[in-house]
């Protein structure tokens, strides 16, 4: 198999032939680490390459649905046990976890071929992956753009031709974003489906879960499948579904009513590529016969958006002390993150508790959208991948930011109404380009970014569909088809190809 052939086939092709022993894992595995060496100078989507762990899981026998298909993880909660986890933060090159993360463990043992990790910004607390531990990932469709955030280096990884489908996590976009901005495909799943075990219960509140972006339905559906179920102490149990979600798609979707908006929920803007791309998909659904029609649930988008910053800010706090206690020193972290982290301890568990509380409104808010409608169509993202440097903090705030953080005076004006109104506008600037996917996050309902769209200039463009809690199935029914009738597999960028 040539690299022209390995680009035709996602993982469950690539799995099929391996098990027909028409190609070997060691040969694909070369085919991958020759790629990402290939495209690495040009979009930085990989921190570590794991080749000697591979060669000696190859050599140890490979079985399960994905036996001998070449994989990456995210360098963030999916511990590889004897690797670094960095969580793209100069702070955490300490750390080396002695044990795999529940993910990592079943993701090999379904047979994938873990041959590294990729980038993301730190801590994952971004929609642009540009950390300053390992830099910016370009977007292999336009190198002056980024690959979107935090799974942007699995994002770029995939469009970039290296693999067909990589790992990721979503705590208010993280898949979805990154599927937006390089044209593929992603599914956030529902709160409880796949555990965070052994170190967390919960991340984020139960906002944060797995997952993968690839250039197929059936990959994420089969990748579903593998991650599902529940390990002994979780607080919550999703559990596999009746049916595994693969055996679903064989089945087309009921007619469905979808409502649809394009209007940002905190009332920012939303470019006209991003209204074509709902435009479109609207148009693709109602010749599939589905309906569709105007409709939003009826949520208070600013204040979902302070009480997601409420969580932010206090896990962020926790972060950086966990990252303390492990010998991080205090210069250690980004501008952004240490300022998070200062407003962070000085929130109060009142606070913090009233705000985990609205995020029961919003999850009846859209529970009684969905009694009227099978899914809520948006677009993924207001606008197409960000420039780099695009949603960077302005230079005299930035300056102004340093100087409050450094001298402690952030910390003693905490909670005043001058730091308010600095934070607001923080939080506003970096939602401006993601305004719609975090109501996915607090309420646990899955949702999917579909890539349906390009931009006048050949850019991908994302449109999301959020579906009812635990209603996975129906999603993917509908995603597969739209693959079909709007095919993306074969759309990659020229980069890819060499």
Not at 289 to 300: K, L, S, Y
């Given at each position: 198999m040539n690299h022209a052939d390995y680009l035709r086939h996602d993982a469950t092709a690539l799995a099929a032939l391996v098990r027909r022993g028409e190609v070997q894992p060691a040969g694909l595995l070369e085919l991958a680490r020759a790629q990402a060496q290939r495209v690495q100078p040009r979009i930085n989507a990989l921190v570590r390459l794991m080749?000697?762990?591979?060669?000696?899981?190859?050599?140890?026998?490979?079985?399960?649905?994905?036996?001998?298909?070449?994989?990456?993880?995210?360098?963030?909660?999916?511990?590889?046990?004897?690797?670094?986890?960095?969580?793209g933060s100069r702070s955490m090159q300490r750390y080396?976890?002695?044990?795999?993360?529940?993910?990592?463990?079943?993701?090999?043992?379904?047979?994938l071929v873990v041959f590294g990790k990729t980038n993301l910004p730190e801590f994952g607390l971004k929609g642009v992956s540009d950390s300053a531990c390992h830099g910016a990932v370009n977007n292999p469709w336009d190198l002056s753009r980024n690959a979107g955030g935090s799974s942007g280096g699995a994002a770029a990884a995939v469009a970039a031709?290296?693999?067909?489908?990589?790992a990721g996590s979503d705590g208010g976009g993280s898949l979805r974003i990154p599927a937006s901005c390089c044209g593929l495909f992603a599914l956030k799943p529902s709160r409880g489906r796949i555990s965070e075990a052994p170190l967390f219960g919960e991340v984020w509140f139960g906002a944060c879960t797995h997952g993968v972006l690839s250039r197929s339905v059936r990959d994420s559906a089969l990748a579903l499948d593998i991650l599902c179920g529940s390990e002994p102490g979780d607080p919550f149990v999703g559990g596999a579904p009746a049916v595994p979600f693969v055996q679903a798609l064989a089945q087309p979707p009921r007619r469905l009513r979808i409502g649809f908006s394009t209007a940002s929920p905190i009332g920012t803007p939303v470019t006209p590529d991003a209204v074509a791309a709902v435009e479109r998909a609207v148009a693709l659904l109602q010749g599939l016969g589905h309906e569709v029609e105007p409709a939003a649930p009826a949520f208070d988008g600013p204040a979902l958006a302070r009480s997601y910053l409420a969580m932010y800010l206090g896990q962020t706090a926790v972060d950086v002390e966990h990252a303390r206690r492990l010998g991080a020193g205090?210069?250690?972290?980004?501008?952004?993150?240490?300022?998070?982290?200062?407003?962070?301890?000085?929130?109060?568990?009142?606070?913090?508790t009233t705000e985990l509380l609205r995020w029961n409104d919003f999850a009846r808010a859209l529970g009684a959208f969905h009694q009227r409608?099978?899914?809520?169509?948006?677009?993924?993202?207001?606008?197409?991948?960000?420039?780099?440097?695009?949603?960077?903090?302005?230079?005299?705030?930035?300056?102004?930011?340093?100087?409050l953080v450094s001298t402690g005076v952030l910390r003693l004006l905490a909670g005043t109404g001058l730091v308010a109104r600095i934070v607001d506008g923080i939080a506003t600037d970096n939602l401006t380009p993601v305004p719609f996917t975090q109501l996915a996050n607090l309420t646990g309902t899955p949702a999917m970014s579909l890539p349906l769209h390009r931009t006048a200039d050949g850019l991908p463009m994302g449109v999301q569909l959020v579906g009812r809690?635990?209603?996975?199935?129906?999603?993917?029914?509908?995603?597969?088809?739209?693959?079909?009738?709007?095919?993306?597999?074969?759309?990659?960028?020229?980069?890819?190809?060499?």
């Amino acid at each position: 198999m040539n690299h022209a052939d390995y680009l035709r086939h996602d993982a469950t092709a690539l799995a099929a032939l391996v098990r027909r022993g028409e190609v070997q894992p060691a040969g694909l595995l070369e085919l991958a680490r020759a790629q990402a060496q290939r495209v690495q100078p040009r979009i930085n989507a990989l921190v570590r390459l794991m080749t000697d762990e591979a060669r000696a899981q190859i050599e140890r026998g490979l079985a399960g649905p994905l036996a001998g298909v070449p994989f990456l993880l995210k360098d963030g909660l999916q511990d590889y046990a004897g690797v670094p986890t960095s969580l793209g933060s100069r702070s955490m090159q300490r750390y080396v976890p002695t044990q795999h993360a529940a993910v990592t463990r079943r993701f090999l043992d379904a047979g994938l071929v873990v041959f590294g990790k990729t980038n993301l910004p730190e801590f994952g607390l971004k929609g642009v992956s540009d950390s300053a531990c390992h830099g910016a990932v370009n977007n292999p469709w336009d190198l002056s753009r980024n690959a979107g955030g935090s799974s942007g280096g699995a994002a770029a990884a995939v469009a970039a031709g290296v693999l067909p489908m990589a790992a990721g996590s979503d705590g208010g976009g993280s898949l979805r974003i990154p599927a937006s901005c390089c044209g593929l495909f992603a599914l956030k799943p529902s709160r409880g489906r796949i555990s965070e075990a052994p170190l967390f219960g919960e991340v984020w509140f139960g906002a944060c879960t797995h997952g993968v972006l690839s250039r197929s339905v059936r990959d994420s559906a089969l990748a579903l499948d593998i991650l599902c179920g529940s390990e002994p102490g979780d607080p919550f149990v999703g559990g596999a579904p009746a049916v595994p979600f693969v055996q679903a798609l064989a089945q087309p979707p009921r007619r469905l009513r979808i409502g649809f908006s394009t209007a940002s929920p905190i009332g920012t803007p939303v470019t006209p590529d991003a209204v074509a791309a709902v435009e479109r998909a609207v148009a693709l659904l109602q010749g599939l016969g589905h309906e569709v029609e105007p409709a939003a649930p009826a949520f208070d988008g600013p204040a979902l958006a302070r009480s997601y910053l409420a969580m932010y800010l206090g896990q962020t706090a926790v972060d950086v002390e966990h990252a303390r206690r492990l010998g991080a020193g205090a210069r250690e972290f980004e501008l952004l993150t240490r300022a998070m982290a200062v407003l962070g301890r000085g929130s109060s568990a009142v606070t913090l508790t009233t705000e985990l509380l609205r995020w029961n409104d919003f999850a009846r808010a859209l529970g009684a959208f969905h009694q009227r409608y099978d899914g809520w169509l948006t677009p993924t993202m207001a606008g197409p991948a960000p420039r780099h440097g695009q949603t960077d903090l302005p230079r005299a705030l930035a300056l102004v930011l340093d100087a409050l953080v450094s001298t402690g005076v952030l910390r003693l004006l905490a909670g005043t109404g001058l730091v308010a109104r600095i934070v607001d506008g923080i939080a506003t600037d970096n939602l401006t380009p993601v305004p719609f996917t975090q109501l996915a996050n607090l309420t646990g309902t899955p949702a999917m970014s579909l890539p349906l769209h390009r931009t006048a200039d050949g850019l991908p463009m994302g449109v999301q569909l959020v579906g009812r809690m635990g209603d996975e199935a129906t999603l993917l029914q509908l995603a597969a088809q739209l693959e079909t009738a709007a095919p993306w597999f074969d759309r990659l960028p020229a980069l890819a190809h060499g």
